[in-house]
């Protein structure tokens, strides 16, 4: 592969759980230095309590600099505008944004980088910092989100037109993006293997708050925003009051629907290197999503953890998860997950299982990452330089 030595991220804030985003970049990290930029929002800004403490964590980031946080991964976390639909505001930007991350490049002695952007609203500066090429990698579609501003769908085609290598993990992202940019390519997402395989192994301990819970114990991990299919739950939950609910995450929705249910649990956030023993402790794993423009076009990254924790699924019938059609079992509706997980149970197909397991053994970050690098090397073999545009 050609050089590579220096990659700038524009992504999620790296504080957060593992998502896509950091599982590539902690391995692509292994051969190339890179300058993560803390998220740049693709959100409605709201005069919400949440967005006030955002905005002093983000200022307080900021104000202390660059961060190292891996080997060769460094932090920036920019000011900026986060009004992006005015003209002005995206000028100024534009500008602010730049200052910051040639700021950043130097003072780090990182040249002549690529930049490998999974933010639509990073538009307006990528391809004005002297980059090799351009990486688009799409994981959502993004301006189906609730809160998304206005002005992301017209970011992002911008960004699809400048890119030199679109990625996308779903197929129906491949279909939608391909239009824009005909260098589109699907990589569908990878799971931390041997992370969650230790959900299989007797030496995890259950995590003590499922230790006392009813059987069967039904789990989701994850954000429980509104994609989640909550009135959904609480149904399955009435159906069924034998049987525990467990959730874990932090609640980004309205959670009156499961409120005041005995035998739902919500557990709030967990530390990402403990989900191993709450996984060992559930019997059937739960993605009860809604199906809509936003999950038709996702790819649960959390199926994947399920499934190399060796659980049965019962889940939604969305494209990408219909994929594993065999190890995991469609509903739609509470009843329907209610005969499934009678079904799971009476065939004694319950709890983490080392032969489910090994079933998604080839699904690894490491065997998507070396896809990514195959594709950038095709890219970078053929392009020179990339021109600000």
Not at 29 to 42: D, E, T
Not at 53 to 71: C, Q, W
Not at 250 to 265: A, E, K, Q, W, Y
Request: overall charge positive; proline content about 7%; aromatic content about 8%.
């Amino acid at each position: 592969m050609p050089p590579v030595n220096d990659i700038i991220c524009f992504a999620n804030d790296w504080s957060g759980d593992p998502l896509s985003k950091k599982h590539i970049m902690l391995r692509l990290s292994r051969h190339h230095r890179v300058l993560w930029v803390n998220s740049i929002n693709n959100r409605r800004p709201r005069l919400a309590q949440k967005d006030f403490r955002r905005i002093v964590e983000k200022l307080k980031a900021f104000r202390s600099g660059l961060k190292h946080v891996e080997e060769k991964i460094w932090i920036l976390s920019p000011v900026f505008v986060p009004f992006h639909g005015n003209r002005f505001v995206r000028s100024f930007n534009r500008w602010l944004l730049g200052f910051q991350i040639r700021r950043a490049l130097r003072s780090l002695g990182l040249t002549d980088p690529i930049t490998y952007t999974f933010v639509p609203t990073s538009a307006d500066v990528v391809g004005t910092l002297g980059e090799r090429c351009v990486v688009y990698h799409c994981v959502d579609e993004y301006s189906a989100f609730s809160d998304a501003a206005g002005e992301v769908r017209a970011r992002e085609n911008e960004l699809l037109r400048k890119s030199d290598l679109v990625l996308v993990s779903a197929s129906d992202l491949l279909k939608t993006k391909r239009e824009h940019n005909p260098k589109t390519f699907l990589v569908t997402h990878g799971v931390d293997f041997e992370h969650f395989r230790r959900a299989t192994e007797e030496a995890t301990p259950v995590a003590p708050e499922l230790r006392d819970l009813p059987r069967p114990i039904l789990g989701f991990h994850g954000l429980i925003a509104d994609w989640v299919d909550l009135p959904l739950l609480g149904e399955l939950a009435r159906l069924r009051p034998q049987w525990s609910i467990v959730l874990l995450g932090r609640g980004d929705t309205d959670l009156l629907p499961i409120l005041n249910l005995p035998n739902v649990h919500v557990l709030g956030h967990r530390p990402y290197a403990k989900l191993p023993e709450y996984l060992r402790g559930f019997d059937i794993a739960l993605l009860p999503f809604v199906v809509n423009e936003l999950t038709l076009a996702a790819n649960p990254l959390k199926l994947r953890e399920y499934l190399a924790a060796g659980l049965p699924v019962v889940a939604a019938p969305l494209p990408e998860i219909a994929r594993f059609e065999g190890l995991v079992t469609l509903a739609s509706t509470a009843a329907e997950y209610a005969r499934a997980i009678e079904s799971l149970l009476a065939q004694k197909k319950t709890g983490p299982s080392r032969e489910r397991s090994d079933q998604v053994a080839g699904e690894s970050w490491d065997g998507k990452v070396a896809e990514i690098e195959k594709l950038l090397t095709s890219v970078l073999s053929n392009h020179s330089g990339h021109s600000p545009q």
